[in-house]
């Protein structure tokens, strides 16, 4: 069996994502690994031509791409989030692909655990994809969230052969027809830090992201990006001291942190919306079930995957 790796990126050192740790989580799994560059306004295909050559081990596959930001009908709902990802899963050539995005690395303790899940799915027909828990850390590396705001679980790689395509802004996949993906979890967990970056990186890619989603950024005297203060951090219901270890390869970024935000000492934010995020979570604390989770998916062999995993 044959894995080949994909992603993409565009102003990775720009808007501060770890891009380069993520690749490096990737390397030791995949045999190849393609990766879609658009062309943007830093040195991050600089960066990636150089780890190429010193760290790729000849398994990269990098080429540019020129994201149609004046076209209106991309700048909708993610939309070109997607098609970039798809391009560079067209250029895969192995059996099983595995995706990830610049901000999500794996842990190299979970390497053979992946491979062996991946094995695993090859044998059974039925299967076209492979599902990894999330850890989402917020505002520090030290923190992270854990509450129904924050999706838990999502399809990380699929079969070739199913053809099956990166949809609206690249979260998730579904097969040619429409259908939703038929999976089995993975029991390995995908390490995403989005929203870990320097405020003046996370207010960046946050202005630029929305234009993605909406259209034209708002008029800077407005003095907010469309989806308003979302990029400020903030202490909210749901984050927690995280007490795990982080994937090696972010051992360096997270000793060179240029900032500080700290959870105890920030004021709780509170709306009367969160009632129901609390109710519902408490409900899943206590029976083990999320209720009225959408699920991007259809999850086949939940009790092998559980067996697997063992306790959350």
């Known amino acids: 069996m044959k894995l080949s790796g994909f992603t993409l990126v565009r102003n990775g050192v720009k808007f501060d994502y770890p891009f380069l740790e993520s690749l490096r989580s990737l390397l030791?799994?995949?045999?190849?690994?393609?990766?879609?560059?658009?062309?943007?306004?830093?040195?991050?295909?600089?960066?990636?031509?150089?780890?190429?050559?010193?760290?790729?081990?000849?398994?990269?596959?990098?080429?540019?791409?020129?994201?149609?930001?004046?076209?209106?009908?991309?700048?909708?709902?993610?939309?070109?989030l997607s098609d970039?990802?798809?391009?560079?899963?067209?250029?895969?050539?192995?059996?099983?692909?595995?995706?990830?995005?610049?901000?999500e690395v794996l842990h190299e303790s979970e390497a053979s655990l992946i491979r062996a899940s991946l094995e695993y799915a090859h044998s059974r027909p039925e299967v076209d994809g492979l599902l990894?828990?999330?850890?989402?850390?917020?505002?520090?590396f030290d923190v992270i969230q854990e509450t129904r705001s924050a999706y838990r679980r999502e399809i990380?790689?699929?079969?070739?052969?199913?053809?099956?395509?990166?949809?609206?802004?690249a979260q998730s996949f579904r097969l040619p027809n429409g259908a939703k993906v038929a999976v089995i979890r993975s029991g390995a967990r995908v390490?995403?830090?989005?929203?870990?970056r320097t405020p003046e990186a996370m207010r960046a890619k946050t202005t630029f992201m929305d234009t993605l989603y909406h259209?034209?950024?708002?008029?800077?005297?407005?003095?907010q990006p469309h989806t308003g203060d979302n990029c400020r951090y903030k202490k909210f219901f749901g984050l927690k001291p995280f007490e795990g270890t982080?994937?090696?390869?972010?051992?360096?970024?997270?000793?060179?942190?240029?900032?500080?935000?700290?959870?105890?000492?920030?004021?709780?934010?509170?709306?009367?919306?969160?009632?129901?995020?609390?109710?519902l979570d408490w409900v899943e604390f206590v029976t083990g079930y999320r209720l009225f989770e959408y699920r991007s998916y259809r999850l086949i062999d939940e009790r092998r995957s559980s067996r697997k995993e063992g306790k959350e």
């Not at 259209?215 to 003095?223: D, F, H, K, L, W």
């Open 28 to 80: 030791p799994i995949v045999d190849e690994l393609v990766v879609n560059v658009g062309r943007g306004d830093d040195d991050t295909w600089q960066r990636l031509r150089r780890f190429d050559r010193e760290e790729g081990g000849g398994k990269l596959v990098l080429f540019e791409s020129t994201w149609p930001l004046d076209d209106p009908e991309q700048r909708r709902g993610g939309r070109i």
């Open 156 to 169: 990380r790689a699929i079969r070739r052969q199913s053809g099956a395509r990166s949809i609206g802004d």
């Open 84 to 103: 970039q990802t798809n391009m560079a899963l067209d250029r895969c050539d192995g059996d099983w692909c595995l995706y990830l995005q610049a901000d």
């Open 246 to 279: 982080h994937p090696s390869v972010m051992r360096e970024r997270i000793a060179s942190k240029g900032w500080r935000w700290n959870l105890e000492e920030s004021p709780l934010e509170w709306r009367w919306q969160d009632s129901k995020k609390i109710i």
């Open 132 to 140: 990894f828990d999330y850890r989402h850390f917020y505002g520090s």
């Open 215 to 223: 259209g034209e950024s708002p008029p800077a005297a407005a003095g």
């Open 191 to 196: 390490y995403h830090y989005g929203w870990v």
